[in-house]
């Protein structure tokens, strides 16, 4: 039962993730809602805020044309064959497509305390995915490394979520360095691949730091939105956004550098730079309206979950940091 689960339980932590923990977080599935709940305004209206573009309808049977029907739904062979009006119904379809956009390249491996960026990525990433199948949505994803993308195609059963489950902890045990190596894609390469995958009426979501999330990404994310629902989940660490007052050693594995309590200057200069990174990926957000979720990966991410899909709890609006 997920009320006998202690939270801790399912928390992840350190700088490589687990299947085990990852598959665990299947317990809070059932209180997860992906998409908001809204009331119904006609019988042929379905229960999700999320849009649902292109068809995204079964067809269900004809009938005679009543005042207030659709004239786009009048079926006219039907209507030619027996000289009255009819009107074709669709029965909204109730499952559809989830797609995890999961940035899992080098500046990902990176964390002050708790757990990497990736680490708190995949916990997000299979809460998600778990939290569709148990809705009966078919869950697909793509696993973004600097050397490519895994792609697992939506299905609607348990091995679409186990196989990104392994693709997740295959890719971020495969990093060893927050500095990317010559040759790695940018943010704009993944989004280009979501539109090649992503159906029409396909819900989206994008974990990432959003460190390179800028105006190259814009033509792209355009085009996603056009077809399919996009939220946005931005993971990072404080650290990353400001440096302490003390005296600290920094390292990529490789070099260390000590930044003493004289470097204020050099701190600041850093923390106004991160700001207008971060601010240039709200911008780029409300142009296109889409929902910017933070959340902190030096924070468990089970409560933040909770907290913003929990189904006791409003739906996220358009928050932006």
């Known amino acids: 039962m997920v009320e006998s689960l202690n939270h801790r ?3 992840l932590s350190g700088a490589y993730p687990e299947v085990a923990p990852l598959i665990r977080l299947r317990h809070i599935a059932r209180q997860l809602r992906l998409f908001k709940p809204r009331v119904n305004r006609s ?3 379905g229960n999700l805020l999320t849009r649902y573009r292109g068809r995204g309808m079964n067809f269900e049977e004809v009938r005679y044309y009543q005042p207030g029907d659709d004239v786009r739904s009048i079926d006219w062979r039907v209507t030619a ?3 009255k009006t009819h009107t074709k119904l669709f029965q909204e379809e109730r499952e559809r497509p989830v797609v995890i956009l999961l940035d899992l390249r080098s500046p990902m491996f990176f964390g002050s305390q708790n757990a990497f960026k990736s680490v708190a990525a995949c916990s997000i990433a299979s809460a998600l995915c778990w939290a569709g199948l148990q809705h009966g949505d ?3 994803a793509l696993i973004f490394s600097d050397q490519g993308v895994n792609t697992v195609r939506p299905r609607r059963s348990h091995h679409a979520v186990l196989a990104a489950i392994h693709g997740m902890v295959d890719s971020a045990t495969s990093l060893d360095s927050p500095i990317a190596a010559d040759g790695s894609q940018p943010l704009s390469a993944l989004l280009e691949e979501a539109r090649r995958v992503a159906r029409p009426g396909s819900a989206v979501f994008l974990i990432s730091d959003c460190h390179d999330l800028d105006a190259s990404c814009e033509q792209s994310l355009y085009l996603l939105t056009r077809h399919a629902d996009l939220q946005i989940l931005r993971v990072s660490d404080p650290l990353e956004q400001q440096l302490p007052d ?3 050693t920094i390292s990529d594995g490789r ?3 000590f930044l003493g309590k004289g470097k204020q200057a050099l701190k600041q200069q850093f923390a106004r730079h991160q700001h207008q990174i ?4 709200a911008q780029l957000c409300r142009r296109l309206h889409l929902p910017l979720l933070d959340f902190d990966n030096t924070q468990p991410v089970v409560p933040k979950l909770l907290s913003t899909y929990g189904d006791r709890q409003p739906a996220p609006g358009r928050r932006h940091a």
């Open 81 to 83: 064959r027996t000289g």
């Open 9 to 11: 339980e399912l928390e």
């Open 138 to 140: 078919r869950i697909g």
């Open 43 to 45: 019988d042929q209206s």
């Open 246 to 248: 003390q005296a600290v």
């Open 255 to 257: 070099q260390r550098t």
């Open 278 to 281: 971060r601010e240039n990926a």
